[in-house]
């Protein structure tokens, strides 16, 4: 399994931007694609993108034209860039590999894992 650490995650206000961090230990991730979920209270796990091995990308409709995903492989990093934050975006946000240069999507959770420990997004009030 890979081992993997999200971070970046903060207090954030509607309209305001933020960028997750997931990054690899003990693999390369150049093999292994990567989808970003989130959790809030009460709510179940869901999709929020991912990005393939070699670099196609997807978006759920929540994320689309706002939330910008990309991989840096020489820092074993994957990115989750989110602007113009909603109320509706503070969770937990977790990123999970899938196998080695396997197609998938988001809606299938269990075709990823590995998962990281999570990073929290929290609304300041």
């Known amino acids: 399994q890979v081992q993997l650490e999200e971070s970046g995650g903060g207090l954030v206000q509607p309209g305001s931007s933020l960028r997750l961090s997931c990054t690899a230990s003990?693999?390369?991730?150049?093999?292994?694609?990567i989808g970003w979920f989130r959790q809030a209270p009460g709510k179940e796990r869901e999709g929020v993108s991912v990005?393939?091995?070699?670099?196609?990308?997807y978006y759920t409709e929540s994320a689309k034209g706002r939330f910008t995903i990309s991989r840096d492989n020489a820092k074993n990093t994957v990115y989750l860039q989110m602007n113009s934050l909603k109320t509706e975006d503070p969770a937990v946000y977790y990123c999970?590999?899938?196998?080695?240069?396997?197609?998938?999507?988001?809606?299938?959770?269990?075709?990823?894992?590995?998962w990281g420990q999570g990073t929290q997004v929290t609304a300041s009030s």
């Open positions: 003990g693999v390369a991730l150049d093999y292994y694609p």
């Open positions: 990005i393939s091995h070699d670099g196609n990308t």
């Open positions: 999970a590999a899938a196998a080695p240069r396997a197609r998938v999507g988001l809606a299938r959770i269990q075709d990823y894992n590995s």
